[in-house]
């Protein structure tokens, strides 16, 4: 199979235009149907890139070729001669890190939202010439695409063996990037820095280090060349998606860490620091499990619809479990501090009531449809299968670890994942991780896992942690966020009168007719301030009070029965009573050490 051939040329930054050119080798006289993606591996929602083609010409042997829309992600035409040469526009100013953006200070894109790609050559090799900016000049690449023949600043020929290949190398170009290098396991990684900052890079290397080399050692094996951390440096976003080997981060600024010390002389991460580690071992854990160790469902897509199947959980829910599992193992946070993880992360899904609504298989199956395109009524409808899924994965963890007598964890059955599926590239078929964790156990998984999986009954991972020498506790929150979900039953956007952005379900709220957008103006006449919580706090439970509000430009008068307590609180701490057995476990399980 011939080789397709790409030139990407950022064409026009103040216009934000990309210009992308396609030559293949094909049969004379034969309809050829063009495929663009219409969504990212990672991102498991319908995005279609399409929407941002601005224009699509063909030749042939030097003849103009017609081309026609079949679809709104397709378009066929009918070559003349054997070479065919397809040339795009697109406009790109999607700042996300699933898209393409340009302007004149930095290029950013994944193939899936510029590369046509003729249907069946999907697995034909890809030649790539990346092009420097028309009127630009002093830009240079971050990319982890293998070079063939490349200039001092990253512009040149590129290879892959595939088109699957390709739309998993990201691109970025610009001036302010800088490359934090370190090592793991003799594979050379960076923390590319994709605009300007003011880091300790010294000390991002070195826990960078410790955090990929945790979740290594969970797979006893790292299956790459090399590893790019691509961090786009903005004022406030935050996410990231994964790669073959890289991922794509949005850092805020702040979130980097300090080169001023602390006060007191000591070394202190920043909680915004620590969550930004939390984002890279997730996103370094999906360099085995999801990219490698990958859903049947997802492996057999041509990108052209959504891939349904109902195990997400197993792949977003596990990497969460084992994303700040890797900082307490790498040393980075301490144990106390991962247990109020575990915490907070309990704590926001007891106070979803999606839970309720929907089980762990369902909302993998709903991604599509909900999960990505949240609106008002989410939180009372959907439950967040990277969450859950985390809390599913967390007992299941401690369950394999109690019922074996720490022969087995959920660290062995990903490993075994890796030995049988990953390494050979060999898609997990629905439900597979959960038969790996029976067949290496030797326990019968069937009820507990299709209970917590096909209905709405809570994840058990409170259920063990007596074993680990834990205690939870569950009470009434003290902060703002308890009151006014437990008393009121709303989320709100803050300031003077402030707006509801939800209402729960089942809370006085929704019984007294507020509504999402309601703009709050008094309770009893008193005008509310920046401080509802703290209002609502004189109050008894069971007060009725008067509140006023504004429905768009209308004044409207509802009366609440508020609720008795704040909204409920976890708390685990580490209990120094119990027994050594105990204390054994919970050193085997944070630290990934059997007891001998």
């Known amino acids: 199979m011939t080789m397709l051939e790409y030139i990407?040329?950022?064409?026009?930054?103040?216009?934000?235009?990309?210009?992308?050119?396609?030559?293949?080798?094909?049969?004379?006289?034969?309809p050829l149907r063009l495929n663009l993606a219409t969504w990212i591996p990672g991102s498991y929602v319908i995005r279609d890139f399409a929407r941002h083609l601005l224009s699509i010409a063909a030749s042939s042997d030097g003849e103009t070729v017609a081309v026609r829309s079949i679809t709104r992600h397709a378009w066929e035409c009918t070559p003349g001669g054997s070479e065919l040469t397809v040339v795009c526009e697109f406009y790109a100013r999607d700042e996300s890190v699933r898209a393409a953006f340009l302007d004149d200070t930095r290029a950013f894109f994944n193939f899936t939202s510029l590369a046509l790609r003729p249907a069946g050559r999907e697995d034909a090799g890809c030649r790539v010439t990346l092009e420097p900016p028309s009127g630009i000049g002093d830009w240079e690449v971050a990319t982890t695409l293998p070079a063939v023949e490349i200039d001092s600043r990253g512009y040149g020929v590129y290879e892959t063996d595939s088109y699957w290949a390709l739309i998993d190398q990201p691109v970025a170009m610009g001036t302010a990037i800088e490359h934090v290098r370190f090592e793991v396991r003799g594979v050379p990684h960076a923390f590319v820095l994709l605009g300007s900052h003011d880091a300790d890079t010294q000390r991002l290397a070195a826990d960078l280090a410790a955090v990929c080399e945790a979740q290594a050692a969970v797979f006893d094996e790292l299956p790459a060349r090399e590893y790019l951390f691509l961090a786009?440096?903005?004022?406030?976003?935050?996410?990231?998606?994964?790669?073959?080997?890289?991922?794509?981060?949005?850092?805020?600024?702040?979130?980097?860490?300090?080169?001023?010390?602390?006060?007191?002389?000591?070394?202190?991460?920043?909680?915004?620091?620590?969550?930004?580690?939390?984002?890279?071992?997730?996103?370094?854990?999906?360099?085995?499990?999801?990219?490698?160790?990958?859903?049947?469902?997802?492996?057999?897509?041509?990108?052209?619809?959504?891939?349904?199947?109902?195990?997400?959980?197993?792949?977003e829910g596990v990497t969460s479990y084992f994303d700040d599992l890797g900082l307490v193992r790498a040393g980075l946070i301490s144990e106390q501090g991962y247990l109020d993880r575990l915490a907070t992360l309990a704590t926001r899904i007891d106070r979803t009531p999606g839970r309720h609504r929907q089980s762990l298989s369902q909302s993998s199956f709903d991604a599509w449809l909900k999960f990505y395109r949240p609106d008002e009524n989410t939180p009372n409808a959907v439950?967040?299968?990277?969450?859950?899924?985390?809390?599913?994965?967390?007992?299941?963890?401690?369950?394999?670890?109690?019922?074996?007598?720490?022969?087995?964890?959920?660290?062995?059955?990903?490993?075994?994942?890796?030995?049988?599926?990953?390494?050979?590239?060999?898609?997990?078929?629905?439900?597979?991780?959960?038969?790996?964790?029976?067949?290496?156990?030797?326990?019968?998984?069937?009820?507990?896992?299709?209970?917590?999986?096909?209905?709405?009954?809570?994840?058990?991972?409170?259920?063990?942690?007596?074993?680990?020498?834990?205690?939870?506790?569950?009470a009434p929150g003290k902060d703002d966020e308890a009151v006014l979900r437990g008393r009121l039953g709303v989320r709100i956007a803050g300031g003077v009168q402030p707006r509801i952005s939800h209402v729960f379900d089942d809370t006085p709220a929704q019984a007294a007719g507020l509504s999402p957008q309601d703009r709050l103006v008094a309770i009893d006449g008193i005008e509310i301030g920046a401080n509802l919580a703290g209002q609502l706090r004189r109050y008894p439970a069971g007060a009725v009070v008067a509140v006023h509000l504004f429905r768009s430009d209308e004044l409207l008068l509802r009366h609440v029965t508020l609720g008795a307590a704040a909204a409920g609180e976890w708390k685990l701490r580490i209990d120094e009573n119990a027994d050594s057995a105990a204390h054994a476990r919970r050193a085997s399980w944070l630290n990934d050490v059997r007891p001998t």
């Open 8 to 30: 990407v040329t950022p064409v026009d930054a103040a216009a934000h235009r990309y210009r992308v050119e396609m030559r293949a080798r094909v049969r004379a006289g034969r």
């Open 383 to 474: 439950i967040s299968y990277y969450g859950k899924g985390a809390q599913f994965a967390l007992g299941l963890d401690l369950k394999l670890r109690v019922e074996t007598d720490g022969a087995v964890s959920l660290d062995d059955v990903m490993r075994r994942a890796w030995q049988t599926h990953g390494r050979d590239d060999r898609p997990v078929p629905e439900h597979g991780l959960a038969r790996i964790a029976a067949d290496l156990s030797g326990l019968d998984l069937d009820v507990f896992v299709e209970s917590h999986l096909e209905t709405i009954i809570d994840a058990p991972w409170a259920d063990w942690l007596g074993y680990f020498g834990i205690d939870a506790m569950f």
């Open 232 to 315: 786009q440096i903005t004022a406030n976003g935050f996410g990231g998606l994964e790669h073959r080997e890289s991922s794509v981060l949005q850092v805020p600024r702040s979130a980097l860490p300090s080169r001023v010390p602390a006060a007191n002389g000591e070394s202190v991460r920043s909680e915004a620091y620590e969550t930004l580690l939390g984002l890279c071992s997730h996103e370094y854990f999906h360099l085995w499990n999801v990219k490698r160790i990958r859903p049947q469902a997802v492996a057999e897509n041509d990108l052209q619809s959504e891939a349904y199947f109902r195990d997400l959980w197993a792949y």
